[in-house]
């Protein structure tokens, strides 16, 4: 079993639409949690981080982590054609051990 | 803030020859750096962690005597692909790891990335 599981999609949504992304984890020593977007042929680019259980909001994006499902998620309301890109979530243990989903890629259709 | 730069963004070379690929820390300090190789449409992969003054530590299955990482300060961190053939062709990513001390995020940023093709 791998330490994080992200369903690689590909996932299509039409503009407007709320976007859900999703990973599991099976180590209880993951405590931090990050979302990365990374566009065709670029650098992944830190989009939200939390470290606690419950909803982290910044403008359209939603991070939520519930640990006792070990489970996190990544909402996009409104979504934008610019939102199209592979998103990855991270977690991260408190001895510094960073592990990364596969990757969901997403297509918002205009 | 935050930002990690990484130079060339895209090299052609020709194969036996080496490649030396940089990343930089532009706004903070990195005692940890990593990169990543990224084929087309996959996950990233771990090739190695470097700290700052230290021997890197190599990920399962990467050649360290391929790949030669140094990290010479605090803020710069080199990958050399020694003699290059064409399976080397790949997106290179580095990224820093900016530590929580400063109340910072003490989560990773990535550079822009570099593609090598090897001819």
Same mark, same amino acid.
């Given at each position: &079993?791998?330490?994080?599981?992200?369903?690689?999609?590909?996932?299509?949504?039409?503009?407007?639409?709320?976007?859900?992304?999703?990973?599991?984890?099976?180590?209880?020593?993951?405590?931090?949690?990050?979302?990365?977007?990374?566009?065709?042929?670029?650098?992944?680019?830190?989009?939200?981080?939390?470290?606690?259980?419950?909803?982290?909001?910044?403008?359209?994006?939603?991070? &939520?982590?519930?640990? %006792?499902?070990?489970?996190?998620?990544?909402?996009?309301?409104?979504? &934008? +054609?610019?939102? %199209?890109?592979?998103?990855?979530?991270?977690?991260?243990?408190?001895?510094?051990?960073?592990?990364?989903?596969?990757?969901?890629?997403?297509?918002?259709? +205009? | 803030?935050?930002?990690?730069?990484?130079? *060339?963004?895209?090299?052609?070379? =020709?194969?036996?020859?080496?490649? =030396?690929?940089?990343?930089?820390?532009?706004?903070? #300090?990195?005692? !940890?750096?990593?990169? @990543?190789? #990224?084929? *087309?449409? #996959?996950?990233?992969?771990?090739?190695?962690?470097?700290?700052?003054?230290? =021997?890197?530590? @190599?990920?399962?299955?990467?050649? =360290?005597?391929?790949?030669?990482?140094?990290?010479? /300060?605090?803020?710069?961190?080199?990958?050399?692909?020694?003699?290059?053939? *064409?399976?080397?062709?790949?997106? @290179?990513?580095?990224?820093?790891?900016? /530590?929580?001390?400063?109340?910072?995020?003490?989560?990773? @940023?990535?550079? *822009?990335? !570099?593609?090598?093709?090897?001819?």
């Amino acid at each position: &079993q791998k330490e994080v599981e992200q369903d690689p999609g590909p996932l299509s949504v039409p503009e407007g639409a709320i976007v859900s992304l999703n990973c599991t984890y099976s180590n209880s020593a993951f405590q931090y949690f990050m979302w990365y977007r990374q566009y065709s042929r670029k650098g992944p680019e830190l989009l939200m981080y939390t470290y606690s259980s419950g909803n982290k909001e910044d403008g359209r994006f939603t991070a &939520q982590v519930d640990k %006792s499902s070990k489970y996190i998620s990544l909402f996009i309301r409104d979504s &934008q +054609p610019s939102d %199209s890109a592979t998103y990855l979530c991270a977690m991260r243990t408190t001895g510094n051990q960073f592990y990364f989903g596969t990757g969901t890629s997403l297509t918002v259709i +205009p | 803030g935050a930002v990690v730069s990484q130079h *060339p963004s895209w090299v052609i070379c =020709k194969s036996g020859t080496s490649v =030396k690929i940089e990343c930089r820390s532009l706004d903070f #300090q990195a005692t !940890t750096m990593f990169w @990543y190789r #990224q084929f *087309p449409k #996959q996950s990233l992969m771990l090739m190695a962690t470097s700290n700052e003054g230290s =021997k890197a530590t @190599y990920e399962q299955g990467v050649e =360290k005597d391929k790949f030669l990482i140094n990290h010479a /300060s605090l803020t710069l961190s080199t990958l050399t692909v020694t003699s290059a053939h *064409p399976e080397d062709s790949s997106f @290179y990513i580095c990224s820093a790891r900016e /530590s929580g001390s400063r109340g910072g995020t003490d989560t990773q @940023y990535f550079g *822009p990335g !570099t593609r090598l093709t090897v001819l």
